[in-house]
């Protein structure tokens, strides 16, 4: 590994890298309202003397991205800023108990970009402006609904790669799931609750419908890794009567092994089937959200740099899938080529014990720098550890001792 990755990953900010992250958790964000999480962030950067332009997506909504070097990046580090909804949560703030972070979006993905900001500091910080990497830094909004801050970005730019700092527990994500979103819709007729034997229950074909579907050999996690879970179901309510109408809303992550097309066909197939054995059945089937799955392998430049700097940290490397859905899928539809890689972990994001360990914020950021430095694009000439070492400001802690 270089030996000026050596020396600036000393001059990263544990006492800042913390601060930020839990200010930024302090902050409510869910997707809709990331305003003030962009103001502070905005400020945050321009106060280290970095140009931040935003992508404007309506008059309160905007991306963030700051860029360095000479030229458009090819290489981007990518973060969003919003959380899903949680009025329980939003007043609870964040919270510390030793070496973990508790919190809304503490995992998902806050920390992360925390990490990626104090990295884009402390490059900042440490060299001049012709002596910085070619890369990006990207911080959007509306990943947690449908995409719009990544979306926005992509109609104008593609850069080769992109590092997304979603929950991984520092595993390198050079695959990814697909995502297939189902809607089901059951019809019925409506009677006085008392004579149910007047009307057909649509909750009942409903139920009846999952059975059939849950039994189908795709779905079995063992045969397949495909991921199945019924999110939400509900029905007309009118009273006391029998319920005419019935949604379930179904997601689906795919791995790589499965194809996209294959897969959709297959549930049509059974879906259709079930009229056969479901009395009166009148059902709707839509997929109002595909994406396909993808798997990089391990044999390019960002597989072997983490394969040096790891070490380096004495943390395994481990290469994977990752499993729900996320911008990555958009941006490699769109032709990027999208790693996935950040602290924390899916187990408990969205959950009310999100939570991220310190250890891993720190050295994500210290791999976020390697990885900065080594990007593609133009990188000389540099400033020798020599000329770093005489920079050294007093009274920073470093993040790796």
């Known amino acids: 590994m270089s030996a000026l990755w050596e020396t600036l990953r000393t001059r990263l900010r544990r006492d ?26 905005e400020d945050t950067l321009q106060k280290a003397g970095l140009t931040v332009h935003r992508e404007t997506l309506d008059e309160t909504r905007f991306n963030l991205r700051c860029t360095m070097g000479e030229g458009e990046p090819d290489f981007y580090l990518v973060g969003h800023v919003d959380t899903v909804a949680d009025w329980d949560l939003q007043g609870e703030g964040p919270r510390q108990q030793g070496g973990i972070l508790y919190g809304l979006g503490t995992a998902d993905m806050k920390a992360g970009c925390a990490a990626m900001v104090e990295t884009f500091l402390t490059l900042a910080e440490n060299l001049p402006p012709e002596q910085r990497p070619c890369v990006g830094l990207l911080l959007v909004v509306g990943e947690e609904e449908d995409g719009a801050g990544s979306l926005a970005f992509l109609a104008e730019r593609r850069p080769a790669w992109v590092v997304i700092g979603e929950p991984t527990g520092l595993q390198v994500c050079v695959g990814h799931y697909g995502y297939l979103e189902v809607t ?22 409903m139920l009846r419908v999952l059975l059939h579907l849950g039994r189908a050999p795709l779905l079995r996690k063992t045969d397949s890794g495909l991921v199945y879970s019924i999110r939400e179901m509900n029905s007309s309510r ?9 949604e379930t809303w179904i997601d689906l992550h795919l791995p790589p092994t499965l194809d996209l097309d294959k897969t959709i066909a297959a549930l049509r197939r059974r879906l259709a089937a079930a009229s056969r054995t479901i009395s009166g059945l009148e059902l709707e089937v839509e997929f109002p959200w595909a994406s396909r799955s993808y798997d990089l392998g391990s044999d390019h430049w960002a597989g072997h740099i983490l394969a040096e700097l790891y070490p380096h940290l004495r943390r395994p ?84 001792d």
């Open 317 to 400: 490397l481990v290469f994977t899938a990752f499993r729900s859905h996320s911008d990555g899928n958009l941006f490699h539809e769109k032709g990027s080529r999208p790693l996935l890689l950040g602290p924390g972990s899916l187990e408990t994001a969205h959950t009310w014990e999100e939570q991220v360990p310190l250890e891993e914020v720190d050295l994500a950021a210290a791999i976020y720098l390697g990885m900065c430095l080594a990007a593609p694009g133009p990188r000389e000439p540099r400033l020798s550890v020599e000329e770093v070492n005489g920079s050294e400001e007093d009274g920073l802690e470093p993040i790796i």
């Open 184 to 205: 089901l819709t059951t019809s019925g007729r409506r009677s006085h609750s008392c004579l149910p034997e007047h009307g057909h229950n649509a909750v009942e074909s």
């Open 16 to 41: 800042r890298l913390h601060r930020l992250l839990w200010e930024m958790v302090e902050i409510y964000s869910p997707s809709g309202k990331e305003e003030d999480i962009q103001l502070f962030l």
């Open 238 to 246: 009118a009273g006391f009567v029998v319920p005419d109408r019935c």
